[in-house]
């Protein structure tokens, strides 16, 4: 697991985080795109119609989750890259996820809500 003091910066078609060893690494949107779009296909989710669309449309490159006092983004990397926020006091979502979230929209990149 990964948390938000380890993201590094956010451009229109990356992340860069430090792993758990210290070391830069790096989460290529395009990548997580077409991830997502076999995520979907696995799940039987769409008709062969749809699931063309959504690779050619799609911008979703990460899952928004909640669990206990964490916000999670779970990147369509492979394996899967997690980073956890912590809710602040009375559930104020963190400041951090928001940015993190708000930099993704900026540069034109979705996440779905799995809660």
């Not at 999670?72 to 394996?79: D, K, N, V, Y």
């Not at 890259?81 to 034109?108: H, N, P, Q």
Request: glycine share 2%; proline share 1%.
């Amino acid at each position: 697991m990964r948390n938000q003091n380890q993201i590094i910066s956010i451009s229109s078609d990356h992340l860069i985080y430090k792993d758990h060893t210290g070391i830069d690494q790096k989460i290529n949107f395009q990548t997580c795109k077409a991830n997502y779009s076999l995520f979907l296909q696995s799940m039987n989710s769409l008709s062969q119609e749809e699931w063309i669309e959504t690779k050619f449309r799609s911008r979703c490159v990460a899952l928004r989750k909640t669990k206990k006092k964490k916000l999670i983004l779970e990147f369509f990397t492979e394996p899967r890259t997690i980073f956890e926020f912590k809710i602040s006091f009375f559930k104020r979502a963190s400041k951090e996820y928001f940015e993190v979230l708000t930099k993704l929209y900026d540069f034109g990149w979705t996440t779905r809500d799995m809660n």
